[in-house]
């Protein structure tokens, strides 16, 4: 690994090189043991040790209390959009939906299979910039099983600056945000992540679920998707994604070590601070979020001379700066700068962008 080049992928991600290295080094012989941790049963003292110290890092990095369950599931953040409908919303019933982007859409998409999901508010402009509709506006029913929202749109880069307050059950996808600001974990029903982004590798979901909400899956729910049943025997029901649980192990004390989520998310004030402020200084970018939902972690921009798209998506490349390509939804450039990318990746990718604006503005 070169210490010149930074990836801005919006995931899977960049994770943390000193989590990279310590991987490497165990890779062949794992605790002693003489091969990967990916060659030992998950059902061995070794393997259980780590997954309880894994959830375990992850509870006091969140301060998640014991009315929690922390599940480790298969099938990525979309796995949760069928999950949550088949665990959460009895047959017949209706979920509510905050539509703010493309995540938050799909959901919708993946819930209507199971139920009627009813989207409250959609995607609003406020000019030419996105925004949030506020809260006051939002068309909420009086029986919803749950209220599911995505608080970091990964694809066009909003987040919501405050935590939605309705009665049901609050469901947040933090796929792209979790760990990277505090949180109060008690606001929540159900919180899921999708790990790529700032946690490990994909095929993992993270799901903290307020155990009073167990126990509610419809009868045809797949074994491996009922919250409960997993609960019941720790995520093991069958095999888990063994190798993608023991790096976001690595990841959740790489947290600790830096000092745990209240000391990361002033880092990433600072680096996306820079960026945004970058952005806004030069006339050559824009960026068309509202400035108080705009995403500390996915920096979506638009070149003003957008046929020096391709120019610049060649020549950042040959600078070390990966992966700046935006969502092909929404086009232009986008920057993801999750935990794991250090604040040099950033002053690289502003000092680069002013250079490309001066010789091609
Ligand atoms: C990436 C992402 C997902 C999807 O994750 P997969 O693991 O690919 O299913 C869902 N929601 C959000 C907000 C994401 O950023």
Not at 15 to 24: G, N
Not at 231 to 260: C, E, I, R
Request: proline share 4%; charged share 20%; with cysteine.
């Amino acid at each position: 690994m070169d210490n010149s080049i930074f990836n801005f992928c919006a995931g899977p991600a960049m994770l943390p090189r000193e989590v990279m290295q310590q991987a490497q080094q165990e890779f062949l012989d794992w605790q002693g043991l003489g091969c990967s941790v990916m060659e030992v049963s998950h059902r061995s003292p070794e393997y259980i040790a780590m997954a309880k110290e894994a959830e375990q890092d992850l509870r006091e990095l969140l301060s998640i209390s014991d009315d929690y369950a922390v599940l480790f599931m298969h099938a990525g953040g979309r796995g949760q959009f069928f999950s949550i409908p088949m665990n959460l919303m009895p047959q017949g019933g209706v979920a509510d939906h905050v539509v703010t982007g493309s995540w938050s859409r799909g959901a919708v998409k993946e819930c209507q299979k199971y139920g009627q999901a009813k989207v409250v508010t959609d995607i609003t402009y406020q000019g030419n910039n996105r925004g949030i509709a506020p809260q006051s506006e939002w068309q909420l029913s009086d029986n919803a099983a749950y209220l599911h929202y995505c608080p970091n749109e990964t694809v066009e880069g909003v987040e919501f600056d405050y935590v939605p307050q309705v009665d049901a059950p609050l469901v947040a996808d933090m796929s792209s945000c979790i760990l990277s600001r505090q949180i109060n974990v008690n606001d929540f029903g159900l919180i899921y992540a999708g790990a790529q982004k700032n946690i490990g590798p994909s095929g993992l979901a993270i799901v903290i679920v307020r155990k009073d909400l167990l126990g509610k899956a419809r009868s045809d729910t797949p074994s491996i998707f009922d919250y409960q049943q997993q609960f019941k025997l720790d995520s093991m029901l069958n095999t888990p994604p063994t190798y993608a649980w023991y790096l976001a192990g690595l990841v959740f004390k790489w947290l600790k070590a830096q000092g745990g989520v209240a000391a990361v998310e002033e880092k990433n004030i600072a680096k996306a601070k820079l960026l945004y402020d970058f952005i806004d200084e030069c006339d050559f970018y824009e960026n068309r979020v509202v400035k108080h939902y705009r995403s500390r972690m996915n920096v979506p921009f638009y070149l003003a001379d957008e046929a020096l798209n391709d120019k610049f998506l060649q020549e950042s490349k040959q600078a070390g700066l990966l992966a700046l390509k935006g969502h092909r939804m929404v086009g232009g450039m986008r920057a993801s700068i999750y935990n794991a990318m250090p604040i040099e990746g950033v002053k690289a990718l502003t000092q680069f962008m002013a250079d490309f604006a001066k010789k091609n503005g």
